[in-house]
């Protein structure tokens, strides 16, 4: 009888994964429209005000690193939710939920350079692993947090099949976390399909490109691909960079945040705000052929420095936004029409930062077209290969995975330290 209860329970598993990651879905896609329509609203509000708002860094920081030392304990990040994920913490509180909320708003509103991909991300892991740790199936607790962060990344972006496989394959180098796949697959469906219910309308751009095969275009397509996945590494380099100097100059993490908010701020309004908030504004300049040769790293810098600092938001906005510039710069460089290097570009510059290879290729194709595809396809995995195996995120190995340059904690080489968190 209980030989019979087990063989039921395994063959019913699908079906009962099913229906959870749909009624995930449901709950992280609503989450998710209230969070992406505050972090509009709060940036469009941030940027009225810009000349003052900006000068109020400091106080946003030094409260949100004060917060989460206060109610974080260790378990708020990134890189939490990936260990979480993979049975190595316990879970992934749902006050993250609150944290990224709170966190990401108050950025937002004063201007900071940061994205809210990481957020979004969290708040439905957060919510996946609060609804798995009730469910009596083993490992229930890591699969619906995997599936809430595909979710929560398919609510904001409106890719869900890039955002499953972005949640299949950013844990673990050189694998896809298959078990987590059926309820992965009906979360960010179906948070996709809540978005849209509400209204809910990411960033969006229509591109037309058409250009003929040659060996040429194929050269500067792998040239682009090189230098997109150069940009990617360059992004984990400098977030290693700005984390131990910051760390170095100021162990409180509460003055830490204040003194770098205030650095910050004046950057910022050096800048006249070219480089806060999302980086939309950047989007839109490069899809235009207008972004300037410098745009691409400046923004990557700004980004690494808010998020080393201690505000909340994300990177892949930036990645984004930097890929976008660095692609129509290159593009005329290389010949190549710009709106088209500069689409391929957004996509490239994401996957090299996060070490992600077929959901870059499939966020273009469901942003931009499936004539992008063959393009994609080239440019991304070229840049996969150009990054060396590093990434934003705290990622695991899989065993008998042959890149290197990703090493297990275990690995006594020296390498710049981390970061606790990566928001």
């Not at 705290?394 to 290197?404: D, I, K, N």
């Amino acid at each position: 009888m209980k030989d019979r209860t087990k063989a039921w329970l395994r063959a019913a598993e699908p079906a009962l994964y099913a229906l959870l990651g749909a009624l995930l879905g449901a709950a992280v896609g609503a989450v998710i429209v209230l969070f992406g329509r505050g972090v509009d609203f709060f940036a469009a509000f941030g940027a009225e005000h810009f000349s003052l708002y900006v000068w109020f860094l400091p106080a946003v920081g030094a409260l949100t690193a004060a917060m989460l030392r206060r109610w974080g304990g260790g378990a708020a990040g990134m890189a939490a939710a990936f260990r979480a994920s993979r049975g190595e913490a316990h879970a992934f509180p749902l006050r993250n939920v609150f944290f990224q909320f709170a966190g990401t708003w108050g950025a937002h509103l004063f201007c900071a350079s940061v994205g809210r991909e990481g957020a979004g991300v969290q708040i439905g892991a957060a919510i996946g692993g609060g609804i798995g740790a009730r469910v009596p199936l083993a490992g229930a607790d890591k699969i619906l947090l995997v599936a809430g962060m595909a979710a929560g990344f398919s609510a904001l972006f409106g890719a869900p099949v890039c955002a499953l496989f972005f949640a299949l394959e950013v844990t673990v180098v050189g694998a896809l976390r298959l078990r987590a796949l059926v309820a992965a697959a009906f979360a960010s469906f179906t948070a996709w399909a809540v978005a849209i219910l509400c209204g809910y309308a990411p960033h969006a751009a229509e591109v037309f490109v058409s250009v003929a095969w040659s060996v040429p275009l194929l050269l500067r397509l792998l040239a682009l691909g090189a230098a997109c996945g150069l940009a990617g590494l360059l992004f984990c380099l400098l977030r290693r960079a700005f984390t131990f100097f910051f760390r170095t100059a100021a162990p409180d993490p509460v003055l830490r945040a204040a003194v770098a908010g205030l650095l910050l701020a004046a950057l910022l309004f050096w800048t006249q705000g070219r480089y806060s908030g999302l980086g939309t504004n950047l989007i839109d300049l490069a899809l235009a052929g207008g972004a300037q040769p410098y745009d691409w790293i400046a923004k990557m810098c700004f980004t690494a420095a808010f998020l080393a600092a201690g505000f909340l938001g994300g990177e892949v906005t930036t990645f984004f936004a930097a890929g976008a510039c660095l692609g129509c710069v290159l593009g005329g460089w290389l010949g190549l029409p710009p709106a088209l290097a500069a689409c391929l570009g957004y996509a490239a510059v994401f996957g090299a930062a996060t070490n992600t290879l077929a959901a870059p290729v499939l966020l273009c194709v469901e942003l931009f077209g499936g004539d992008f595809l063959p393009y994609a396809a080239i440019v991304c995995i070229t840049a996969y290969l150009f990054n060396f195996g590093h990434s934003v995120y705290a990622q695991a190995v899989r065993e008998g995975v042959a890149r290197t340059a990703v090493r297990p904690a275990r690995s006594k080489k020296k390498m710049l330290p981390l970061p606790e968190r990566l928001d």
